[in-house]
């Protein structure tokens, strides 16, 4: 038999074809947390989310494209964001970023949606919003948790267990949000709040007013929920990709009921996360310190989210700051088994920083021991250690206590950010 040059480079070439045909070309790369909380980056051709199926479409190193089901990933996030390398959050394009964020208004799901208020069609007690991304959608008010008119105006940490309306003048109003009104001219604004303060009821136009906290219990999130780059959370009612583009579809949830809502295209990079069951993630962030003292100084201040209330970070998992030797201890949310994340050695203090930080779960019954489950050394070449470990499963009381101590140079450059910490609850909780 005669081989002649064609069949040699076919022969040649064989082993170096993909298993399955290739896909459309990667728009994106990302990182994929996977429901065991292992990392891994992708490259992603396309994001599908519909009635009957929803999946992402990777194209593998060899070119073939892979479906893999949203059900098996915990999140996406930016590829930068590795949980054992390090490196801060992509910058995104001051062509994605609006120069400045008017307002936005914030659901008790945790929904968000930089905007402004829109006009009220007649008197009751729904809102309606005109979102930066997604346009007009009308709100009932037991679903918002804040309209912000105003971000500059309203102070960030004026805390409320009723409904409450920061005024414009620094003025603070307590009392029980009746109903939106429609404004007596054209100088009030899109609407007046009806509040109701003791005996009486007073109407405030919307044109004096920098923000409305409402007093109300949040509901769990159900997913899929996004992160976008403008500071908008969303939850998903479907998604599909334009391949030819490079560009994806997003419908929000809150359209679902506006007629003819076709949702809004996006470039990749726009998205900037993604949880498809966002219920099993919670930030460090957002979970309230139950407790701290320091170690080795009489005082000091203690630790502090690095959150940002304009844009949140994705995922809401913005760093905990933990200004130098401290115990701290957070209340743990029930169903936990696993923790990752990184702690970092604050930038400045790289050159004399040197300190050991260990985690212990301490269960609820005060007889049973705590139970040890992280301990590394920070300083020198070491400024930064992955966190990633299981945790014994989590039950009501149950808490995280976390321990920064000094090494031989003494507590003064010790400061410690934890660095996009989540815990991971089991499926189901």
């Known amino acids: 038999m005669t081989i002649t040059p064609v069949i040699l480079v076919l022969c040649l070439l064989a082993p170096l074809a993909p298993a399955h045909d290739a896909g459309a070309p990667p728009i994106a790369e990302m990182s994929l ?29 060899r070119g073939a494209e892979r479906a893999r089901p949203l059900a098996g990933v915990l999140a996406l996030v930016p590829r930068a964001w590795g949980w054992s390398g390090g490196g801060a959050w992509p910058e995104t394009s001051a062509a994605s970023v ?96 009806v509040v109701q303060v003791g005996a009486t009821r007073a109407v405030i136009p919307v044109s004096q007013i920098a923000e409305v906290r409402l007093a109300g219990p949040d509901v769990p999130s159900a997913g899929p929920v996004v992160w976008l780059s403008d500071g908008t959370v969303a939850r998903l009612s479907g998604a599909m990709t334009d391949v030819s583009r490079g560009l994806f579809r997003l419908q929000a949830d809150v359209l679902a009921s506006a007629p003819g809502a076709g949702g ?117 070449p ?6 990633a470990f299981d945790l014994p499963r989590t039950g009501p009381g149950d808490r995280l206590r976390v321990r920064i101590d000094a090494g031989e140079l003494g507590p003064i450059r010790d400061r410690v950010r934890l660095e996009r910490v989540l815990l991971i609850r089991d499926a189901g909780r």
């Open 264 to 380: 809004v295209v996006i470039p990749p990079g726009d998205l900037l996360a993604l949880a498809p069951d966002p219920g099993r993630l919670v930030p460090l962030s957002v979970v309230p310190v139950a407790s701290h003292r320091p170690v080795g100084l009489a005082r000091r201040p203690g630790p502090r989210s690095a959150s940002r209330d304009d844009r949140p970070a994705p995922l809401n998992a913005a760093d905990v700051l933990i200004p130098g030797p401290m115990v701290v201890e957070w209340v743990l949310p029930d169903g936990v088994s696993r923790l990752i994340g990184a702690a970092v050695l604050d930038e400045a203090d790289r050159a004399w920083g040197e300190c050991t930080m260990t985690a212990e779960v301490l269960p609820a019954g005060a007889a049973d021991a705590p139970q040890r489950v992280f301990s590394g050394a920070l300083g020198g």
């Open 98 to 193: 609006p120069p400045s964020v008017s307002g936005w208004v914030e659901l008790t799901d945790g929904q968000r949606f930089p905007g402004r208020p829109g006009p009220v069609a007649e008197a009751g007690e729904r809102l309606v919003w005109v979102s930066d991304r997604f346009g007009e959608f009308a709100i009932d008010l037991d679903r918002v948790r804040r309209i912000v008119v105003r971000p500059g105006d309203a102070p960030r940490d004026a805390s409320t267990t009723t409904d409450t309306l920061l005024l414009a003048n620094g003025d603070r109003v307590e009392g029980f949000v009746e109903s939106l009104r429609l404004p007596t001219s054209p100088a009030d604004g899109a609407f007046s709040a």
């Open 382 to 387: 070491v400024v930064r250690l992955p966190l």
């Open 33 to 61: 947390l996977d429901r065991a909380g292992a990392t891994e980056t992708v490259s992603i051709s396309s994001l599908e989310i519909g009635p009957a199926a929803a999946e992402i479409r990777t194209v593998e190193p």
